[in-house]
């Protein structure tokens, strides 16, 4: 009955069609604007002028530092917790979960713009830090790389707490004791048994929150603003304040291959496993 | 009443390029229960979906009731399947999975409820009407998908392993079931299995099918008694099935004289039908197992395991033990190469 | 001893997470001119400024209208997209996948400029209509992906099923496969409506004038004011995703399907 492939085509098809008018032809045009040289023919002198300018080199490798931070720092505190909610009855545990769950809901520009209030001249730091005569003055925390990794950790930390949860329900019940009971310590049960279990949990968990930060505006705009530029800021900048849709092609091109590797790592992965 | 109230010619039917079942005819006689029997994989389903009409055929015809049907879609055709699966709907509750087909034929509110809780008796699942799917057993789940195909009256009703998903208990008592509601309505059935005792306890007539052909076609008693192919015989139970060279049987392993030089290029014998304690041939007791009425015997002979069992009276042969025995040309089926 | 250390642990993970939104909820309530936190004396003028706001109004009216029908619109084509991709052998099945998921991947400030540059610009489209296609576009994936998964329970027999009882295609698709996958099409819309409503990437480059998102107003706006009013709207904006989510949860069970 469903073998009649036309059919299955036509309903298949104008979503397909419609993902790559509106998205793959634009973006692909956009990609190829980098490398289409001032004399007509093919090039790869925008990438070469890109990268010999040593802001754009900054801001690179910023934005994959920042990435990678975030999604380190995410897989620590993401084990620490998703072994806890685990661990959890499971009516709390529901209800933490649904805690870590909910911010994701949450605007990203609420979520950001709550750092003001905590990081700003008047917000609750500097008040604290006057407040108790730490100093004088005021302290320069925003627009700063600590004001947009602690905004992009809280931005995508959830991601990664889900992604260990739900790997770390499918260790076996008796596994971890069985290790304590043949004399392993916390460390090497970590090491040898949640570790290994998880890795595909932390690998999928690791990806999203390194294309989240990679790809986030934003929280480097509120927070980073012109002083921490990242690549997307980068991009909005060359694009609004000066017109050059080369470097614009350039930071498109990195982003995508950035996290297109990423996404192609996280598939490789599930399906090794399956 | 016709002789072929579903005919199937020169039927032939496949996925792609691959030809599951090729030319297949066959006729079946109103209000007759007929067994689609053979391993799986053998086309059997196939078959079942290409009459319902849920599979276009590749080539030849199928008419019922002496109308061809072949280019009928499958919402017109007027024919019940019961899915393997059931495929009850899982979003309605017994009742309204029974009276949906009558629902799309817009009759009359009353007329439904009627012949749905009529459908509901027939099956006796009278008062389970509310339930929906998830809340009843297999058992129960495998009724209402029969009260629902029974109640749009169908001129054939198909069952695809109709009893296969059950447990023992239940696959018995929904025989009988099943063969109490064929004689009560009278419809003409048509069900798969892959369980030879099932086909005889049940059918009027027992299709064999072998890679999608039919290997042959009879009454239960037919082809209990007389399988007319090794393939048939192995299906029903002849467990001894061996070629034979002038007045002996023989195997890769080796050969056994016969009485005298038989018929048939090949014979074979049930296990009741090998004698054993007396006869001129020797062998070893590869394994026994107490069977009640009988003890089965694995014979480890000139020809490799040969299945005998042997009366109860007769005393015990341990393992490792030597047992005479005979293969009488009596009791042998004679079968075509 | 356990127990605290699990206690310290998730506590301070969860102020972490969620204590920033209540930190905006009472920065909001400041009876100061300037964002100031802890509030020196508690309003609720902030809450009612940001309704009187022009600018809020015109945009929010915009980010709901994307966030509706643009989810509609990317259910219209990721049902049947979804159903097809099921039920279907289809040739380049996994070609087809890629292209509808295609979105997820690139990231959404390139798509935005994309469609400006190559679409808006030489076509003359209007950026609202270009917004809705990128918006549509974002949420698409989504929509094939939650509705396929609740489709993926569903086998292919019950429409047989229902076809031999007497259904068109068209009739088994309706009344048996869209009641059983009701869930996850609401799941979609709901998933999809809060995505595309707190888009802001795609949404960065397709501006023009009076025509903003929301989210795009509020980083406007906060460049210019520093009253607390957008500390209100984001409190109140939270609260409303917040009270679609857990109205989809209490009645559908969404987590089931996300
Ligand atoms: N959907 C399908 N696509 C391709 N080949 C199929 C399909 N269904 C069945 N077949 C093939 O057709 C043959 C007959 O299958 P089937 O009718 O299901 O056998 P049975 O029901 O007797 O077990 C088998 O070789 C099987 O592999
Ligand atoms: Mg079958």
Redesign the pocket.
């Known amino acids: 009955m469903f073998r009649n492939t036309r059919e299955g085509l036509a309903l298949a098809l104008p979503a397909a069609i419609f993902s790559t008018l509106l998205f793959l032809v634009p973006v692909g045009i956009l990609l190829s604007e980098a490398f289409r040289g001032s004399a007509g023919g093919w090039s790869v002198q925008g990438y070469i002028d890109f990268f010999s300018e040593p802001l754009n080199r900054t801001v690179f490798l910023r934005t994959l530092k920042l990435g990678l931070l975030v999604a380190g720092t995410a897989a620590v505190i993401g084990y620490a917790a998703a072994f806890c909610i685990v661990n959890l009855g499971p009516k709390t545990r529901g209800k933490v979960f649904g805690m870590v769950v909910l911010p994701l809901m949450i605007s990203p520009v609420a979520r950001t713009y709550a750092w003001i209030v905590i990081l700003g001249r008047t917000g609750i730091v500097n008040e604290a830090i006057t407040g108790l005569g730490l100093s004088d003055t005021p302290l320069r925390l925003l627009f700063t790389e600590t004001a947009v990794f602690l905004g992009l950790l809280q931005l995508f930390l959830p991601l990664m707490i889900i992604s260990l949860v739900s790997a770390m329900e499918n260790i076996p019940r008796d596994v971890i004791p069985a290790a304590r009971v043949l004399g392993a310590s916390w460390i090497e049960v970590f090491f040898k048994v949640i570790l290994p279990l998880t890795k595909e949990g932390l690998v999928i968990g690791g990806t999203l929150v390194f294309t989240g930060a990679l790809t986030a505006y934003i929280t480097p705009a509120i927070l980073g603003g012109s002083k921490v530029l990242m690549l997307e800021t980068l991009l909005y900048q060359r694009v609004n304040v000066s017109n050059d849709f080369v470097s614009a092609s350039v930071i498109a091109m990195i982003l995508i291959v950035m996290s297109f590797s990423a996404n192609l790592l996280l598939k490789r992965i599930a399906t090794a496993r399956s | 009443m016709s002789d072929a109230f579903v005919k199937l010619s020169g039927l032939t039917l496949g996925?792609?390029r691959?030809v599951?079942?090729p030319a297949l005819d066959l006729s079946i006689r109103e209000g007759e229960l007929i067994a689609l029997l053979?391993?799986?994989?053998?086309?059997?389903?196939?078959?079942m979906?290409a009459i319902a009409g849920l599979l276009d055929p590749s080539d030849g015809t199928i008419e019922i009731d002496g109308r061809d049907v072949t280019r009928v879609p499958a919402n017109k055709r007027g024919i019940g399947l019961v899915f393997q699966s059931y495929a009850l709907f899982p979003h309605l509750s017994a009742h309204e999975n029974v009276a949906f087909g009558l629902r799309l034929q817009k009759l009359p509110a009353e007329e439904i409820r009627a012949r749905t809780e009529e459908g509901l008796a027939t099956v006796g699942l009278t008062g389970f009407g509310k339930r929906k799917p998830a809340e009843m057993s297999g058992g129960q789940q495998q009724r209402v998908a029969l009260a629902r195909s029974l109640v749009m009256r169908p001129k054939v009703l198909l069952l695809?392993e109709p009893l296969s998903n059950l447990d023992a208990r239940l696959r018995l008592e929904m025989r009988t079931e099943l063969q109490r509601v064929q004689k009560e309505t009278g419809i003409t059935m048509v069900f798969?299995t892959?369980d030879q005792a099932e086909a005889l306890a049940l059918a009027d007539r027992i299709v064999l099918?072998r890679e999608?052909r039919i290997e042959q076609l009879g009454t239960p008693a037919d082809l209990y008694a007389r399988p007319e192919t090794a393939f048939a015989a192995e299906f029903m139970g002849f467990e001894n099935i061996f070629r034979t060279e002038g007045a002996a049987v023989v195997s890769d392993k080796g050969r056994l004289p016969l009485a005298a030089v038989p018929q048939s290029p090949i014979l074979a014998w049930r296990p009741d039908a090998v004698t054993v304690g007396e006869g001129p041939h020797e062998g070893r007791v590869a394994a026994a197992s107490f069977a009640g009425a009988h003890r089965e015997y694995v014979i480890d002979s000139a020809l490799g395991p040969v299945k005998a069992d042997a009366a109860i009276e007769l005393p015990e042969v341990p393992l490792g033990g030597t047992i005479r025995f005979d293969l009488p040309l009596a009791t042998a089926r004679g079968l075509a190469a | 001893m356990r127990h605290l250390a699990t206690w310290a642990i998730l506590g301070l993970t969860l102020t972490f997470l969620i204590g920033p939104f209540l930190i905006i909820i009472l920065a909001g309530a400041s009876d100061t001119e300037y964002l100031a936190f802890p509030p020196q004396g508690l309003t609720l003028g902030w809450y009612f400024k940001v309704f009187t706001v022009e600018s809020f109004r015109a945009s929010f009216v915009l980010s709901m209208a994307l966030a509706v029908f643009g989810t509609l619109a990317a259910l219209l084509l990721g049902v049947p997209a979804a159903y097809a991709l099921n039920r279907y052998d289809l040739p380049g099945a996994e070609t087809l996948r890629t292209v509808v998921a295609a979105p997820i991947i690139v990231p959404g400030i390139i798509v935005g400029l994309a469609l400006l540059r190559y679409m808006v610009v030489p076509t003359g489209v209007t950026v609202t209509a270009a917004l809705f296609m990128a918006h549509t576009a974002l949420v698409l994936p989504y929509a094939v992906r939650v509705v396929s998964s609740s489709m993926n329970n569903l086998r292919a027999d019950m429409e047989e099923a229902a076809v031999l009882l007497g259904c068109t295609r068209l009739q088994a698709f309706l009344k048996v496969v869209l009641p059983n996958i009701r869930g996850g099409v609401l799941a979609a819309f709901i998933l999809g409506f809060v995505t595309s409503f707190n888009q802001v990437p795609v949404s960065l480059f397709l501006s023009g004038p009076g025509v903003r998102t929301l989210p795009i107003d509020m980083l406007a706006y906060m460049e210019i004011t520093f009253d607390p009013s957008v500390a209100a709207l984001s409190a109140l904006l939270a609260f409303m995703s917040l009270a679609i989510v857990f109205a989809a949860e209490r009645l559908l069970g969404f987590s089931r399907y996300v």
Do not use: E, L, N, Q
């Open positions: 996925y792609g691959t599951a079942v053979g391993p799986s994989g053998c086309g059997k389903t196939t078959t979906r695809d798969v892959h099918m999608g």
